[in-house]
């Protein structure tokens, strides 16, 4: 099974998780969708059965390598001063990682090194808030 990490659970990820929940079942996915506020991840999620919603605080660094080394692929739609902190762990952990900020000149640093290891950074995916 291949295991989603969304993190951010504000307006903008709404139509994200209702259709990666929707292709859940179909494509073998669990969704877990992530945010500093549980209520508003559990909002999201609903009663899907593919979908768990966890407490994220990105500046909790201990739970935040578990909930990343948990998953397969990492989808970040927090706000874009904390994109940098996401990518550390996720490039630490060799998870690969979206989000819909703009690419920087730190979250450039690192393109060498992901490409050398296979791993996809990919930035400004989507609606950036």
């Not at 692929?73 to 979206?98: E, Y």
Request: charged share 25%; hydrophobic share 45%.
């Amino acid at each position: 099974m291949n295991k989603v990490l969304i993190l951010g659970a504000g307006r903008s990820s709404f139509s994200l998780i209702g259709y990666l929940l929707d292709k859940a079942a179909l494509k073998g996915w669990e969704i877990t969708v992530g945010d500093f506020s549980e209520i508003f991840a559990r909002e999201k999620v609903a009663s899907s059965p593919r979908g768990n919603a966890i407490p994220f605080d990105i500046n909790d660094e201990a739970s935040s390598i578990r909930a990343i080394g948990d998953a397969d692929i990492v989808i970040s739609l927090m706000p874009a001063h904390l994109q940098v902190m996401v990518a550390r762990i996720s490039f630490r952990l060799r998870k690969h990682l979206l989000n819909a900020s703009y690419v920087t000149s730190e979250m450039k640093s690192f393109d060498e090194e992901g490409r050398k290891n296979g791993l996809l950074f990919l930035n400004e995916c989507g609606l950036h808030p």
